[in-house]
């Protein structure tokens, strides 16, 4: 069969109208939420966050630390989040408990920093119970970067380094099973191409911009998910999710020109606050019927990881998503870019050490 270079004019089209009406509808759609929405008891429970210091992440793990989680905020920039995690602690009544919230290290742009932080994490033996890969850039308009690994710099931030990350913790999720891996990925995905042979979008087949670069990367981690999803043996009890947070008024707009941004923010009725935004990505944290769901999509074979839209609804990932054959060749990609060994989840969930070519334990 002929290597497929492109989304198919159908597909590309039925993608636009379904981002479009997102966009449009989603306040309609999610109109049955509360906000915020309430959270069930959760003071057993240990989350990691990254991104936490903006936008849809730092909504995130407020709420999970007001509801009593052990909070770890992931962040490149730790004096910010200690600065709002002492916010949020003077902002609790008099007399509340103190919120169990701390503060490390991590940048995605680099792979030795996610390896390092894996290893700091699984050294303390504890569970980990979520993780919420939540960080992300949409560098709208810019030109093509390139992290010092050598990846395009969306690929490597939304897709490679949280795929890393997820796997590299599978240990400290055994030990919390049931465990959850939460992707906050986009219904721009449904418009996204991932050629695996050109993950860097630099063969000169596709012509790059910034929404090749983000939307290709946000359907590259729904079908490697997917395969995560298929992998993991149901007796690990490890369960994986994308979300989308819907159209979100954050931090995410700011490369654009000053006079789009301000569009940007007069248009509040279509834009979800962080708060809204922040809904799917704790309901997939929290609901416990949402684990049942994942169990029986993976004894039904489906083809794609569970996916919960902005109005909290398990939803289909794009018709992309589902192709089988492109998403095992993500998988192979991703694992050789990130320096994993093929059978890096089977081992690691064997209880064998694993080898990554990254952080301070590389070769
Ligand atoms: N907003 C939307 O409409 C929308 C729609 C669909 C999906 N999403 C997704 O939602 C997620 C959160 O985005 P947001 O809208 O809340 O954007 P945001 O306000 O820009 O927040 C993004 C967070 O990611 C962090 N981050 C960026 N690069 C990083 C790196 N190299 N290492 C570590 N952290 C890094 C940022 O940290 P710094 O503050 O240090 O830069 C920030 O905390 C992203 O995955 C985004 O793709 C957003």
């Known amino acids: 069969m002929a290597k ?27 109109s049955h939420l509360e906000n915020p929405l309430p959270l069930p008891p959760i003071n057993d429970l240990t989350c990691i ?4 210091t903006s936008g849809i992440g730092r909504e995130t793990a407020r709420q999970l630390a007001e509801a009593g989680a052990h ?36 940048d995605l742009l680099s792979l030795d920093s996610v390896a390092s932080f894996a290893e700091a994490w699984n050294a303390r033996s504890g569970p980990l119970h979520i993780l919420i890969n939540n960080a992300g850039i949409f560098s ?17 931030v939304n897709h490679l380094a949280p795929a890393l990350l997820s796997i590299l913790l ?21 418009v996204g191409f991932v050629d695996p042979e050109d993950m860097n979008v630099t063969s000169g087949r596709r012509k790059y911009t910034s929404l090749v670069g983000y939307s290709g990367s946000k359907l590259a981690q729904v079908m490697f998910n997917s395969v995560l999803h298929k992998r993991l043996p149901a007796e690990a009890g490890i369960f994986v999710l ?32 962080p708060q809204e935004g922040s809904r799917s990505s704790l309901f997939a944290a929290t609901d416990p019927q949402i684990l049942e769901y994942c169990e029986w999509l993976k004894a039904d074979e489906w083809p794609a990881c569970a996916f919960i839209s902005q109005d909290c609804r398990p939803t289909n990932p794009s018709e992309e998503a ?36 990254y952080g301070s334990q590389r070769d």
């Open 4 to 30: 497929k270079e492109a989304l198919g004019w159908m597909e590309w089209c039925r993608g636009w109208m379904h981002v479009i009406y997102e966009m449009l509808f989603q306040r309609i759609l999610a």
């Open 49 to 52: 966050v990254t991104g936490s």
């Open 71 to 106: 909070v770890v905020m992931a962040v490149r920039n730790t004096k910010a989040a200690n600065e709002l995690i002492q916010k949020w602690q003077n902002e609790r009544d008099e007399g509340g408990l103190p919120l169990n919230i701390e503060v490390m290290e991590l």
């Open 140 to 156: 709208i308009g810019e030109p093509q970067k390139f992290s010092n690994n050598g990846r395009e710099e969306h690929m490597q």
């Open 170 to 190: 599978l240990p400290s999720l055994l030990r919390g099973s049931p465990g959850r891996i939460i992707n906050v990925n986009s219904i721009m995905h449904h």
């Open 242 to 273: 994308c979300v989308s947070p819907g159209t979100v008024q954050t931090n995410v707009a700011r490369d654009l020109p000053k006079i789009i941004q301000a569009a940007y923010h007069l248009i509040p009725y279509f834009n979800f606050s």
């Open 322 to 357: 589902h192709n089988i054959e492109t998403q095992y060749k993500v998988w192979e990609k991703t694992l050789e870019l990130i320096g994993l060994p093929s059978d890096a989840v089977e081992r690691l969930i064997e209880g064998e050490e694993v080898q990554c070519r």
